[in-house]
């Protein structure tokens, strides 16, 4: 969500494509069923299972419990540290004392359906994606992931395909056509797709 006075937008949107659109966004335990009942097929949580910018695993139990894990998406958008990457919260703004690693995303699996995955350093930049981050994810998770960060080109799509094994899906944010950059058509992207299988 992009503030309180769009929730307007938000009801229309998801009321147009019914079980066809995640959302996310202030999403917690209070709110979370009323974005499904208004017509999101998952809603996507991030801020709401941190306290005190460590991981709560109560929470996480709790919110999974009520819709389902189907029903549910893990974003683990992250900042590059010293220590590797880090959960970042609060629109990336609050680096959390979460890590993202093969032994985090096998314990959190069982709780959703999938993960949302921003490279916050690069996001916007189109300087191309954060390969060891998709290196990574693609060696550890077994759900549906999507990457964002920094994705500039039909190129882009063939390196996350072959460095995660193909188990990676990638966004395409700034340089993509109908955004007003210039990188990438979308009829590019749909045609790259349909030649997946997708």
């Given at each position: 969500?992009?503030?309180?006075?769009?929730?307007?937008?938000?009801?229309?949107?998801?009321?147009?494509?019914?079980?066809?659109?995640?959302?996310?966004?202030?999403?917690?335990?209070?709110?979370?069923?009323?974005?499904?009942?208004?017509?999101?097929?998952?809603?996507i949580?991030?801020?709401?299972?941190?306290?005190?910018?460590?991981?709560?695993?109560h929470?996480l139990?709790?919110?999974?419990?009520?819709?389902?894990?189907?029903?549910?998406?893990?974003?683990?958008?992250?900042?590059?540290?010293?220590?590797?990457?880090?959960?970042?919260?609060?629109?990336?703004?609050?680096?959390?004392?979460?890590?993202?690693?093969?032994?985090?995303?096998?314990?959190?699996?069982?709780?959703?359906?999938?993960?949302?995955?921003?490279?916050?350093?690069?996001?916007?930049?189109?300087?191309?994606?954060?390969?060891?981050?998709?290196?990574?994810?693609?060696?550890?998770?077994?759900?549906?992931?999507?990457y964002?960060?920094g994705?500039?080109?039909?190129?882009?799509?063939?390196?996350?395909?072959?460095?995660?094994?193909?188990?990676?899906?990638?966004?395409?944010?700034?340089?993509?056509?109908?955004?007003?950059?210039?990188?990438?058509?979308?009829d590019?992207?749909?045609?790259w797709?349909?030649?997946?299988?997708?």
């Amino acid at each position: 969500s992009l503030g309180p006075n769009n929730q307007t937008a938000v009801s229309d949107a998801l009321a147009a494509y019914p079980q066809g659109l995640q959302y996310g966004g202030g999403v917690t335990i209070d709110n979370a069923a009323d974005f499904l009942d208004a017509g999101a097929s998952q809603v996507i949580v991030t801020s709401s299972l941190f306290e005190n910018q460590q991981f709560s695993w109560h929470r996480l139990a709790d919110i999974s419990r009520l819709i389902g894990p189907d029903r549910l998406v893990i974003d683990l958008s992250c900042r590059k540290t010293e220590s590797g990457w880090q959960v970042a919260t609060d629109r990336w703004q609050t680096i959390t004392e979460t890590l993202i690693d093969r032994r985090l995303i096998e314990q959190l699996q069982p709780y959703c359906a999938e993960f949302l995955v921003h490279s916050a350093d690069m996001e916007g930049l189109q300087a191309g994606i954060d390969a060891e981050l998709v290196r990574l994810l693609g060696d550890s998770v077994d759900i549906p992931t999507t990457y964002a960060g920094g994705a500039r080109s039909l190129a882009d799509l063939e390196q996350v395909k072959r460095l995660s094994k193909g188990k990676i899906d990638l966004t395409i944010g700034s340089a993509l056509d109908i955004f007003g950059g210039s990188g990438v058509t979308l009829d590019e992207c749909v045609q790259w797709n349909s030649t997946q299988g997708l």
